[in-house]
């Protein structure tokens, strides 16, 4: 191999790596920086991640328990039908194990959802700003995606989004509660919206923040639609309330026919051991759940009070961030909040350049956040 390569070699060898024009235009995804290289980089620590909306009391114990009790048995390969964890979940749903499809993290599904259903010439529709995914998993597969923007009260567009329905589209998503933006579409507007779309279309509705929405009389039960056979999947996931992003454990709630499809496209073993018996055991763990909603809700009250005493218009929240305007330029602030010691995310990526999204913490860290958020915007 260590010959000189002639310019027909080269060629030959960039000829077996090209790849499609699609391919090409995917964009890696951009998480936050984790914490450990943001210490490293400032020469400081003690630096607090308000950027991910993940849970910062941690993982229910039952969770760990679980974990260190599987831990001898990781040698062997996970039930590739995760039939404990769907179990739990068909009880807990009151739906029956064949609408359920486990993934790694709901990534997994929107991804699967994506190879399985759009052909070249389909057309896919969500909102903007909204969650990234749908976008990437659309260009893979060679599908337009058309971004509807949100009202000026930063909701889904549920007029606009049905005004953009045409005979080729054949998957919508609807993130609700919205992230970045906190807000959801009342139960009423997405009953009008889902008896507008045409049969052939899926509606996909993502619900990562389902159980910090759920007590609001206004938010929608979805699924009602899937037990009532309508072409309508429902996302939920382990990384958010239940504390679980690092281990990837989400999944899909659907007709067992579309269901069927996605099994026989996903890889047999998607869910690790460990994010199956964990995930069980968070799924019971009813004590930790109530905990954190009761720390989110605390945290919301602080953040709005603060936002209000600071004069900065925020968005009521459904979920466990705040979508708020800073006034100013968004990355700035970000830098100077990085060096105060807390990791935000900047508006500027969704399209809002003085907008933040920020996680709700632990009082601790939410007390920390909001004095570094005073001091910085009075300097900038
Ligand atoms: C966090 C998030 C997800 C991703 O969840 P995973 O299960 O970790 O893949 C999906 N949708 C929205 C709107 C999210 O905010």
């Not at 400032?42 to 849970?55: C, Q, V």
């Not at 903007?128 to 567009?157: G, K, M, Q």
């Not at 504390?243 to 069927?260: F, K, Q, T």
Request: with cysteine; aromatic share 8%.
């Amino acid at each position: 191999m260590a010959q000189t390569e002639t310019p027909t070699r080269l060629e030959a060898l960039k000829e077996a790596t090209k790849v499609a024009d699609n391919i090409t235009r995917l964009i890696p995804y951009r998480p936050g920086k984790p914490v450990a290289e943001v210490e490293r980089e400032l020469g400081i620590t003690g630096i607090i991640k308000l950027a991910s909306n993940e849970n910062s009391l941690g993982p229910s114990p039952k969770a760990l328990t679980a974990i260190h009790d599987y831990a001898s048995k990781m040698h062997v390969y996970p039930d590739a039908s995760s039939f404990e964890l769907r179990n739990a979940l068909s009880a807990h749903l009151n739906v029956s194990p064949d609408t359920l499809v486990l993934g790694n993290g709901s990534d997994d599904i929107i991804h699967l959802l994506g190879v399985t259903f759009l052909e070249e010439g389909d057309e896919v529709i969500q909102a903007y700003p909204s969650f990234v995914r749908y976008e990437a998993a659309a260009i893979l597969n060679n599908a337009p995606c058309h971004l509807v923007p949100l009202t000026s009260d930063w909701v889904h567009d549920l007029d606009a989004m049905a005004e953009r329905i045409n005979k080729n589209t054949r998957l919508i998503f609807i993130t609700n509660p919205n992230n970045p933006t906190g807000t959801i579409v009342s139960a009423e507007a997405l009953k009008r919206f889902i008896a507008k779309v045409p049969e052939r279309v899926l509606v996909v509705i993502d619900e990562a923040y389902y159980e910090y929405a759920a007590p609001a009389p206004e938010y929608a039960d979805t699924l009602d639609y899937v037990r009532a056979g309508e072409n309508v999947v429902v996302l939920r996931t382990f990384s958010k309330i239940y504390g679980l992003a690092g281990l990837r454990v989400g999944y899909g709630v659907m007709r067992p026919d579309i269901a069927n499809w996605l099994h026989q496209t996903r890889e047999p073993f998607n869910l690790n051991l460990m994010a199956q018996v964990s995930a069980v055991a968070a799924l019971a763990d009813t004590e930790h759940l109530s905990k954190t909603v009761e720390m989110n809700e605390a945290g919301k009250t602080e953040f709005y009070r603060v936002l209000e005493e600071l004069g900065l218009e925020y968005v009521p929240t459904y979920g466990n961030f705040i979508w708020f305007d800073t006034g100013k330029e968004s990355p700035a602030v970000f830098q100077a909040l990085l060096r105060e010691g807390v990791i935000v995310r900047t508006g500027d990526v969704f399209g809002a350049p003085t907008y933040l999204r920020v996680t709700v913490g632990t009082q601790a860290e939410n007390t920390k956040f909001l004095n570094a958020l005073r001091k910085v915007l009075s300097s900038l």
